[in-house]
């Protein structure tokens, strides 16, 4: 269901870039996704295949994805890691004090027109 | 694919909401309106947590209620039997509110006249997380039978809340519950969060909590 609404908002930015470049057309569409977005690509592609049947300037276009990868920041030690494998404690040196540093975006980085 | 021509964009989906929300609370504050919205997941007790926290307000806050519900308006009938404005917002499918929507919620209950403003968002510990509605504070409720580690699976919604509200701690002999684990997992994700735990259903805790708002909302009033 969350898939479903962030589709929505990707075709509604879309629509509106695509008309303030006078596109005829959308081929496809690339998002940039953080690994620890919380979003399930398979699930994302199926709602934005059937979404964009619904919107005639787009009805064929293509959903592309670009995974960012999470990373982590140590405050105490100023060391980065992978947050999937070592989520909030930091591997060097054992802190607590960490924040995500990328990983949770959910952007849209370009689209293919006519 | 020589033959199309590639828009750079480069935007954040959630920009445009962001950006709604912060006019919303810009707006509020000139109104002196404070809107809380308050999540959980479904069954967590949030409507029943919101009509003991109208029984003790009502009578020095002006307050109105949204309810968000993806379906149904079972929680704006019970809500409104308490005698303070409410408006039932249907998503139509969509899994949260966005600033958008909370606004035309806002402008249904009148909400200009208003100290108090609760939006009950839709019952779901993901989504909601994701788009600030424009609210002054965020509140959730975390139940007891839901268990002790959801700050660990859930770790968005319990960094972006400013106040937990642990329920149903009446039923705590029942579970294997542990408050301290829990307290520890949430401030994990958010050293600031305020936890408070309250049975909505015997009334206990619930004083603290409203203590809190009314604190919260004369602040914003104020400052």
Known sequence: MHELGVVFYVIRDVKKVAKENQVESIESVTLEIGEVSGVVHEYLIDCWNWAVKKEPMMDHAKLKIEMIPALTYCEDCKGTYKTVRYAKICPYCQSEHTYLIQGNEFNIKEMEVT | ?223
């Open chain 2, 1 to 223: 694919m020589g033959e199309f021509r590639v828009l750079e964009i480069k935007q954040s989906i959630f920009a445009d909401n962001d950006r709604r929300a912060k006019e919303l609370r810009e707006e509020l504050k000139e109104k002196k309106v404070f809107l809380l919205n308050l999540m959980s997941s479904p069954g967590s007790g949030k409507t029943t947590t919101l009509q003991r926290t109208i029984e003790l307000l009502k009578e020095k806050l002006q307050i109105g209620v949204m309810e968000a519900d993806i379906d149904s308006d079972v929680d704006a009938a019970t809500i409104s039997k308490m005698g303070v404005k409410t408006i039932q917002l249907h998503t139509g499918g969509m899994c949260h509110l966005d600033a958008g929507m909370t606004a035309q919620g806002l402008a249904g209950i009148e909400a200009g006249s208003l100290d108090l403003a609760v939006l009950e968002n839709v019952g779901n510990l993901v989504c909601p997380a994701e788009f600030d509605t424009g609210a002054v504070k965020n509140a959730m409720i975390l139940s007891v039978p839901e268990g002790d580690d959801k700050a660990l699976k859930y770790p968005l919604m319990f960094s972006i809340c400013d106040v937990v509200l642990i329920n149903k701690i009446d039923v705590l002999p029942y579970f294997d519950f542990d408050m301290e684990t829990c307290r520890k997992n949430i401030l994990m994700r958010n050293p600031k969060a305020k936890i408070i735990p309250i049975s909505a259903r015997i009334g206990e805790g619930i004083k603290e909590w409203t203590k809190w708002l009314e604190k919260e909302v004369r602040q914003w009033q104020e400052s």
